[in-house]
């Protein structure tokens, strides 16, 4: 009896402590300013590297524009760029995570 009565304390015991870590801080994201109602471009390096790149004379047809960049601190240094991206219109979902060593640069195009 007193192991079953035990085990439910555990039981009970590990659920608050996921829970409890389940409900830290939101995280709290940053549109960059007038990345809704303009055409940007991104470009993301470790050094001298492109690591990441959205301009309009990319190679890539999908990734020629970007809009409705937000950014997401995501912890030790790491960043979320969640954002719109295409042709000539951005119209596909895409969210980048950086490196702790990456640095990235939004710009109007």
């Known amino acids: 009896m007193i192991f079953h009565i035990l085990n439910r304390f555990t039981s009970l015991t590990m659920l608050l402590c996921i829970c409890g870590s389940a409900m830290a ?3 709290t994201s940053l549109l ?9 471009g991104l470009v993301c390096k470790i050094g001298d590297k492109t690591t990441y790149l959205i301009r309009k004379d990319s190679y890539d047809n999908n990734d020629r524009v970007a809009r409705n960049i937000s950014l997401t601190d ?11 991206h295409g042709f000539t219109t951005a119209d596909k ?3 980048y995570l950086t490196a702790t060593n990456e640095s990235c640069t939004s710009f109007e195009q």
Not at 74 to 84: T, Y
């Open 93 to 95: 979902a895409a969210t």
């Open 32 to 40: 960059v300013p007038y990345s809704a109602q303009r055409d940007f």
């Open 74 to 84: 995501i912890s030790a240094g790491r960043v979320a760029i969640s954002f719109l």
């Open 25 to 27: 801080d939101p995280l």
